[in-house]
């Protein structure tokens, strides 16, 4: 077992960027199924392959290790959300899309909710100021003429949260209401495509020529 560690660390060493990683992905792992307060960090440690330590060095601690796993998380989702089309159709659908395959960053959230008191949030500066940065986008899209003026940003933010979120963050709901459970294909894509339908309503009416 010695010998096992001593392995696991010297690699550690030589490839430090490859261990915060791993120890990233075993922490979202870890604090999916139990929530911050549930989470330990020796077993976040074994499943990384990597001793107490170790982990301590990189991240200081278990709030540390948190807001790295939130950081990377919206750094992931911020260069994602730069490249796709502005047109609600196609970016409904594809967030949808990366819920369903990143079912332990929702569950994390859900865990969080659960955990909390209502008041402030680990981290909660840097995640205020990712959701002023992506407030301030959809109002420069609704000032292009790609999302309607008349949608309230933050309750705009909000809905396609909701109706990207949802099916994923309450498994049960979704089964109970269409029979079908959130890993099937075929739910997945007819909820794609009601996506893409309901999409129009976050559009600009279309002016209509009135006769004098």
């Not at 979120?165 to 009601?194: E, Y």
């Amino acid at each position: 077992m010695m010998a096992k560690d001593a392995g696991s660390n010297a690699t550690s060493r030589r490839d430090p960027q490859r261990t915060r990683e791993r120890i990233l992905s075993a922490a979202l792992a870890e604090f999916a199924a139990k929530g911050f307060a549930g989470a330990r960090v020796d077993l976040i440690a074994r499943r990384a392959s990597i001793n107490k330590r170790m982990l301590y060095h990189y991240f200081g601690d278990k709030e540390g290790l948190f807001k790295a796993v939130l950081r990377r998380k919206i750094s992931e989702r911020r260069a994602w959300a730069e490249n796709l089309s502005s047109n609600p159709a196609e970016r409904l659908p594809f967030w949808f899309k990366t819920a369903c395959n990143d079912a332990d960053w929702i569950r994390l959230l859900e865990w969080e909710a659960l955990q909390g008191d209502g008041q402030k949030v680990i981290d909660e500066k840097e995640r205020r100021t990712a959701m002023t940065g992506w407030l301030k986008r959809l109002r420069q899209r609704q000032t292009r003429g790609e999302l309607s003026p008349e949608l309230n940003p933050c309750h705009l933010a909000l809905a396609m949260q909701s109706l990207t979120m949802f099916p994923v963050a309450f498994p049960q709901l979704t089964r109970l209401i269409t029979g079908k459970p959130v890993s099937d294909p075929k739910f997945q894509r007819a909820h794609a495509d009601f996506l893409k339908k309901f999409a129009v309503a976050f559009r600009p009416k279309k002016k209509t020529n009135q006769i004098a």
